[in-house]
């Protein structure tokens, strides 16, 4: 049999958006992920759905699998012919014990490849605005691990470097100021520390070696933390770009999105661009039909229709399929208007090279049905391709102004709970501020899943942000009367809201 590939994967210092791209490319091929503790969980979304995922989860001092069997097991996995990406936090040569593994593969005879990771000793600094250089203040600097046994001496031999970065150091913080001050560095010399750099639930505190000890203990800050000493530290005071209020409004922020995770990502970044940490608590997902009766015989005569409208971009998306499937493309459309509810719905057609004709001032049914009514419908024959389970208005009025009209459920909605326990806990523990609503049926399957007494009872402890007048109507019925509604359908209008509100 072939023997695998074992790649020893940075994953980088916290953000996932900077692991590599080569390193996304192991991560996404790999039959076996082995990853540590400090390893985001959105990075493991890249795995494919048939890959084994081994946590051996690496805390100082407590390791949940000792490392000569993280050793034997990769070994193992890449001599049954599996490739393995092993994923470590940061960079897996800096104090990430890449090299013993990497020894140990050759040892048994199992290639590897390295791919090299963003260390957080310069990632987390950079994110706190804190270069470790600069020239004029510093032209060298140093890591060095703080992790020595409680009854060992200080770190000996510190480097002389002017910027020094202690990882894995926040214990032994008062033995570092003392070595730093035999070393010779000043009391006034500057020290940050920085905790969970780089993601949004980075906390910094700054002083100097005389004040440092105090400072921490006041925040109550603890591991994982990082410990920078040198000048450059003073330059956060102009640099603090990242957990700053002011370049990122929604920094601190803890915001719940409800929408499905299909339909997320925009709102997701936008929110996250703007420095809020984002939990994900979808409560339905879109699915394919199992049977497509309807929407295939409509496929079948398209050039019968006079208009087709779209309602969402899942409904283009699966309505797409089932084109597909039927072995045509977009010049089935060619005899018919296409309208598009929705600026997601217009971007999801344009991707197909489709121009829609029609586009509603207002993504509200009542509105898509008077402004299509106003281009004369009496006689037309109108296909709308749209979800299973919807309001009925559209159809209602356009029929009563005359139209022939078809509805083709294309995708049906359906309960999604994978989130939903840490979600409550968020909110229990007091930590929401905010829960965005994206439409009416966010709002109902929201307490539904949490559940009505719960939602009420912690009612105070966060504010609601809604994308439009019926959402934040719905909203309102059911005791979740908005702080902030979207001046405008869509998601920058909501999370202007939200900043406005904030
Ligand atoms: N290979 C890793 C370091 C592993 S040692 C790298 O290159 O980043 C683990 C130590 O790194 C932690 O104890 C902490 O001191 C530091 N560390 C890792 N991620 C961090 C982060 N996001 N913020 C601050 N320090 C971090």
Redesign the pocket.
Known sequence: MNIGTVFLV?AG??DPKLITVRGREALATADVVVYDR?IGAELLTHVRADAEKIFVG?E?ARHALPQDEINALLVEQALAGKSVCRL?????????R?GEEALFCRAHGVPFEIVP?????I??PAYAGIPVTQREVATSFAVV???TKDDEAPPENLPVADTIV?????RALPKIVRALRAQGRAATTPVAL??????TD?QVVTGTLETIEGDVERAALK?????VVGEVVNLREQLQWFDNPVTRPLWGQTIIVTRAREQASGLVEGLQQRGAKVLQCPTIRAEALEKFTVVDDAIARLNGFDWVVFSSANGVAHFWNRLQHAGKDARALAQSQIAAIGPATQQALAARGLNADFLPSVSISETVADELIARGVAGRRILLARAMEGREVLEARLRQAGAEVLLAPCYRTLTDNSNVESARAAIEKGEVDWVTFSSSSTVTNFLDALGRNFIAEHRACFRVACIGPITAQTAAENGLAPDAVAESAGIEALIAALEKTS
């Not at 470590?88 to 990430?96: A, E, Q, R, S, T």
């Not at 990771?117 to 000793?121: K, L």
């Not at 202690?166 to 926040?170: D, N, T």
């Not at 920085?194 to 993601?199: I, L």
Request: glycine share 24%.
């Open positions: 940075g210092p916290g400090l690496k100082a470590k936090g940061g960079d897996p040569f800096v104090f990430g890449g990771g963003v260390s957080s000793a990632a987390a691990t703080g992790h202690f990882l894995m150091g926040v920085v905790r969970w750099g780089t993601t980075q591991p994982p933390a990082l410990i």
